[in-house]
């Protein structure tokens, strides 16, 4: 596996709560996905949670209409937002657990908990061609839960990773974190799943994750809109990705010598 396999998702979401916080139509999301290609992101990200808080219906079909980047639609599985997703139909569409009083994704979705529910979700998205990934913690069980569902992509969910990382940098807990990514990786790849990851990466702790070889796409939105506030969105993205591209070229190299 090449460094160029990494590819990186960029979240706008957040594009979209510094406009609702005043109203009108600036920032606009579907801009900031126009220079997210510019500066080499390989896919857009954008989660229509059920209370509008940031990205809007509006949003969606515009995105749809205007990108030519892959869509990864995250989406909560109610009827709602299955009937939105076979209507748009986006390139992808990642199934995510939702609270509303919640300030960020808390967790990974509960597949194995949930595989009653969610393997019709599954079933309508796949038929409908729209590629199913379910957000999950980094644990066998939900693994393997994807894998009886039928979905053919998993996220994992890098949040416990990185608010180790940042209490710990180098310690214990930081290092669990990221063993057990780089395990549920691993047995991702052995179930036939491709493997993605995101939720809280920095321009630092991003460097362990994409090391690891078996993940095939980064998703990142938060980090990336606060980082453009002080240099710019172009310029935040191609920093992560040449992040990313050197750790996973340093990390083949290690492996070869």
Same mark, same amino acid.
């Given at each position: 596996?090449?460094?160029?396999?990494?590819?990186?998702?960029?979240?706008?979401?957040?594009?979209?709560?510094?406009?609702?916080?005043?109203?009108?139509?600036?920032?606009?999301?579907?801009?900031?996905?126009?220079?997210?290609?510019?500066?080499?992101?390989?896919?857009?990200?954008?989660?229509?949670?059920?209370?509008?808080?940031?990205?809007?219906?509006?949003?969606? @079909?515009?995105?749809?209409?205007?990108?030519? #980047?892959?869509?990864?639609?995250?989406?909560?599985?109610?009827?709602?937002?299955?009937?939105?997703?076979?209507?748009?139909?986006?390139?992808?569409?990642?199934?995510?657990?939702?609270?509303?009083?919640?300030?960020?994704?808390?967790?990974?979705?509960?597949?194995?908990?949930?595989?009653?529910?969610?393997?019709?979700?599954?079933?309508?998205?796949?038929?409908?061609?729209?590629?199913?990934?379910?957000?999950?913690?980094?644990?066998?069980?939900?693994?393997?839960?994807?894998?009886? #569902?039928?979905?053919?992509?998993?996220?994992?969910?890098?949040?416990?990773?990185?608010?180790?990382?940042?209490?710990?940098?180098?310690?214990?807990?930081? @290092?669990?974190?990221?063993?057990?990514? @780089?395990?549920?990786?691993? #047995?991702? @790849?052995? #179930?036939?799943?491709?493997?993605?990851?995101?939720?809280?990466?920095?321009?630092?702790?991003?460097?362990?994750?994409?090391?690891?070889?078996?993940?095939?796409?980064?998703?990142?939105?938060?980090?990336?809109?606060?980082?453009?506030?002080?240099?710019?969105?172009?310029?935040?993205?191609?920093?992560?990705?040449?992040?990313?591209?050197?750790?996973?070229?340093?990390?083949?190299?290690?492996?070869?010598?």
């Amino acid at each position: 596996m090449t460094p160029r396999n990494l590819r990186l998702g960029v979240n706008i979401d957040h594009v979209a709560t510094i406009r609702n916080a005043r109203g009108g139509g600036h920032p606009d999301p579907v801009r900031a996905a126009r220079q997210a290609a510019d500066a080499g992101a390989d896919g857009i990200t954008a989660h229509l949670r059920e209370d509008r808080r940031h990205i809007s219906d509006d949003d969606i @079909q515009r995105l749809i209409a205007s990108i030519d #980047l892959p869509l990864n639609f995250e989406m909560a599985a109610t009827p709602e937002m299955l009937e939105i997703a076979l209507r748009h139909r986006p390139h992808a569409a990642c199934i995510v657990p939702e609270k509303r009083l919640e300030v960020t994704t808390e967790g990974g979705l509960d597949a194995a908990g949930g595989h009653n529910v969610l393997k019709r979700y599954c079933g309508r998205l796949s038929d409908a061609d729209i590629r199913v990934s379910l957000f999950i913690d980094p644990d066998p069980r939900q693994l393997e839960a994807a894998q009886a #569902l039928g979905a053919p992509v998993v996220e994992l969910h890098t949040g416990a990773y990185c608010e180790a990382f940042i209490a710990d940098m180098a310690g214990t807990r930081a @290092q669990d974190e990221l063993a057990r990514l @780089q395990r549920a990786a691993a #047995l991702a @790849q052995d #179930l036939g799943l491709e493997c993605h990851a995101g939720h809280g990466l920095t321009y630092d702790s991003v460097k362990p994750v994409a090391a690891i070889a078996s993940l095939v796409e980064l998703n990142i939105g938060h980090f990336l809109i606060g980082e453009a506030i002080y240099v710019g969105l172009e310029s935040a993205i191609m920093r992560m990705r040449a992040i990313m591209n050197q750790a996973r070229a340093d990390a083949l190299a290690a492996r070869r010598a």
